[in-house]
């Protein structure tokens, strides 16, 4: 029998995967349902592979060496991978925990004449899987902060369209809370659009947000201040009456700033600073089209 632990588990490669495979379909918590049994299957071959490429006796006692790069980088790869399909942290580790039964079973059953061997083989390989389901577990997080920090961009983005409703005329519909990191983001777009366009009016409105405080204020009036920098006039829209009373309350001046009660009322005020006349033409049959 060969005194290499690694390179008896090396030998029985193909009886670990199935062993390892029947343990992960025959448990009630299995997530068919987010990965196919093929492709876990696949899975399983392909970090088996791994493992046992660059496995050594040396590197099974320290699983922080080098030459387990490769390795690692497939765990997290694998961790990053479940995360965006929607397996839990707790998912995750436990397909590679679920690795170390079958482990110990081969080299229980290879060691079963030599149980002093036995029991260190088996610490060993415990202590080797586990710190791989812990580097399993941390990459596992940085893939779901990753994917929270991109969603949340995503959001911003879509929560801050700078849109051009006129000629001449943008507008900027504002939901949620307007942080400084925001509003930043916010007055960039703003400015680059007004380069773009040409545009020589902005419509900041605030309908969406719901609550306007000193700092808030503040953010807008940065922007305003940017804005009329750029060549272009600023107005505020959606001015409802507990956001008036809150300005006046906490002693902010808005005076040099045109304010609108909505944004129809700012669109209107747009017009008349752009000398344009909006008007309802009445219909008439001379289109050739019939009305009831």
Known sequence: MTSSTVELLRQKKKQI???WMNGQLADSQLRDDLMANEDLHAQSEKLLDTLFTVLTDDSL?????ASLNPLVDML????KSRARQGFTPRETANYIFSLKDTLLETVQFALKDNPERLVGESLKIGK?????GIITFETFIQGREEIIVRQTDEMINVSTPVVQIWE???AVPLIGTLDSSRALLVMESLLQEIVNTGSSIAILDISGVPMVDTMVAQN???TVSATRLMGAECIISGIRPEIAQTIVHLGIDLSTIVTKASLASALKHSFRLLRLDVK?????SSDGLAYD
């Open 76 to 79: 997290s790869g694998i961790s």
């Open 128 to 132: 080797f899987i586990d710190s791989l």
């Open 168 to 170: 001449g005329i943008l």
């Open 61 to 65: 006692d320290h699983p922080d060496s």
């Open 280 to 284: 309802k033409v009445p219909t008439s």
């Open 220 to 222: 807008l009036i940065k």
């Open 17 to 19: 995967l199935t062993g």
